[in-house]
């Protein structure tokens, strides 16, 4: 039964009305007709489906989807294309791993810059002239 306004629906969905708008905006959940006349005339109704489809969107996005692909994962999901489901999913792995090993490497050299910085007290500290030798590249 549809009897959520938009503002139901992103509470339902642990989003902001307008983070509901933006995804109506881009493809990723349908807008529905505005309801009849009336009291309640001209207002928009959500309900399960609306529901179910925007909290696979934030779990999709907490697994590290873009829109863009959560657009393209909704729509194999209506095309129930699981191949190609697992290669945007080990894409997605893929992009995963290079970032953990991105960020590990950051925590490598600033964990050196940190052993270096709490060596002594004398000269620059070591983190904030490194940073700056960064920025004057």
Known sequence: MNDMTIGGLAQAGGVGVETVRFYQR???LPVPPRGGSGINGGI???GP???QRL???KAAQSAGFS???IKRLLDLDASADRAQVR???RERISALDARIAELQGA???L???ADACSAGNEGPCPIIASFEAVAAR
Do not use: N, P, Q, W
């Open 44 to 46: 928009r109704r959500y």
């Open 107 to 109: 925590r490598k050299a």
């Open 55 to 57: 909290r696979f969107i």
């Open 87 to 89: 290669v945007l999913a």
């Open 49 to 51: 489906d609306e529901t």
């Open 26 to 28: 881009r493809g990723l």
């Open 111 to 113: 964990s050196h810059l």
């Open 67 to 69: 829109l863009e692909e």
